[in-house]
């Protein structure tokens, strides 16, 4: 049996539903978990349009592992991996529910077998519940992240995730977390809070967002081919991979939606994109 009819037998005992689009949120700042700015009420926008998941996966900029790993323990822990933030933000619980059948699920039909390991220790980085609570804030449905390989290529990442389309017909919602510009090293902080961007974060946004409504997959697969500013704009990979996760889970059917589209502090970008 293939690895995509597997999937679409797995999870029978979720109840029916739609299928779910597909989201790249760019996170930002960790603050967005318990400020209330026009990128958080974008986000609560977006919850209020979905129908409510069976369970969601989340890839997230910040859990990077030497092989690919899924959180498959009952209950995830809240993980507050950042520094110097006020006290209110790490007081921050989202007890959200794991789903260990699911991830149980994923790490055997991934082809090749066994490149998809179980984790017991991990839990919800900030990349995830500080957008997951926007978009649900009750937390009554369960998450899982799936981990990013460092050692694998744009190519393997774009191919996982095509392989775990088919859990969109199970009502499985998948997000990938990140910024599509993140330079941290070149963030004006004077200008932090402002919509401004350098030139060469411009236009490599300009860019990426022409590509993903043009369907244009293999120039953003090739990220580290398209000059300077995609140089600048991508210092390292971690928090644009998630998006390649969601172009590898888009299908023809898809509507493609831009939202949050401003620049931050010269060298961040929070656009965001929904498929589906």
């Given at each position: 049996?293939?690895?995509?009819?597997?999937?679409?037998?797995?999870?029978?005992?979720?109840?029916?539903?739609?299928?779910?689009?597909?989201l790249?949120?760019?996170?930002?700042?960790?603050?967005?978990?318990?400020?209330?700015?026009?990128?958080?009420?974008?986000f609560?926008?977006?919850?209020?349009q979905?129908?409510k998941?069976?369970?969601?996966?989340?890839?997230?900029?910040?859990?990077?592992?030497?092989?690919t790993?899924?959180?498959?323990?009952?209950?995830?822990?809240?993980?507050?991996?950042?520094?110097?933030?006020?006290?209110?933000?790490?007081?921050?619980?989202?007890?959200a529910?794991?789903?260990?059948?699911?991830?149980?699920?994923?790490?055997?039909?991934?082809?090749?077998?066994?490149?998809?390991?179980?984790?017991?220790?991990?839990?919800?980085?900030?990349?995830?519940?500080?957008?997951?609570?926007?978009?649900?804030p009750?937390?009554?449905?369960?998450?899982?992240?799936?981990?990013?390989?460092?050692?694998?290529?744009?190519?393997?990442?774009?191919?996982l995730?095509?392989?775990?389309?088919?859990?969109?017909?199970?009502?499985?919602?998948?997000?990938?977390?990140?910024?599509?510009?993140?330079?941290?090293?070149?963030?004006?902080?004077?200008?932090?809070n402002?919509?401004?961007?350098?030139?060469?974060?411009i236009?490599?946004d300009?860019?990426?967002k022409?590509?993903?409504?043009?369907g244009?997959?293999?120039?953003?697969?090739?990220?580290?081919?398209?000059g300077?500013?995609?140089?600048?704009?991508?210092?390292?990979?971690?928090?644009?991979?998630?998006?390649?996760?969601?172009?590898?889970?888009?299908?023809?059917?898809?509507?493609?939606?831009?939202?949050?589209?401003?620049?931050?502090?010269?060298?961040l970008?929070?656009?965001?994109?929904?498929f589906?």
């Amino acid at each position: 049996m293939s690895t995509l009819n597997k999937l679409e037998n797995i999870t029978d005992s979720f109840e029916s539903s739609k299928r779910m689009p597909v989201l790249f949120l760019g996170h930002g700042s960790p603050m967005n978990g318990i400020e209330d700015n026009e990128f958080v009420r974008e986000f609560k926008k977006q919850g209020q349009q979905l129908d409510k998941p069976n369970a969601i996966i989340v890839v997230s900029a910040h859990w990077e592992t030497n092989g690919t790993f899924v959180t498959a323990m009952q209950n995830p822990r809240t993980i507050h991996d950042f520094g110097g933030f006020p006290k209110e933000l790490y007081e921050v619980q989202y007890p959200a529910p794991g789903h260990p059948e699911l991830a149980k699920e994923i790490s055997e039909y991934v082809n090749p077998a066994g490149t998809v390991h179980l984790d017991d220790k991990w839990g919800l980085d900030h990349g995830a519940w500080t957008v997951v609570k926007h978009l649900f804030p009750k937390a009554d449905v369960p998450v899982i992240q799936l981990s990013l390989d460092y050692k694998m290529t744009p190519q393997q990442h774009y191919e996982l995730a095509q392989q775990l389309k088919k859990l969109r017909e199970k009502g499985v919602l998948i997000v990938g977390s990140g910024n599509m510009v993140h330079n941290l090293r070149k963030v004006d902080f004077r200008k932090i809070n402002e919509n401004y961007g350098y030139d060469w974060a411009i236009e490599a946004d300009s860019k990426m967002k022409k590509w993903i409504l043009e369907g244009n997959h293999r120039n953003l697969i090739d990220f580290n081919k398209q000059g300077k500013a995609f140089n600048l704009a991508i210092p390292t990979p971690e928090h644009y991979l998630p998006l390649l996760y969601t172009l590898g889970l888009k299908d023809e059917k898809d509507n493609t939606t831009i939202f949050n589209d401003n620049p931050l502090g010269g060298s961040l970008t929070m656009t965001s994109v929904k498929f589906g």
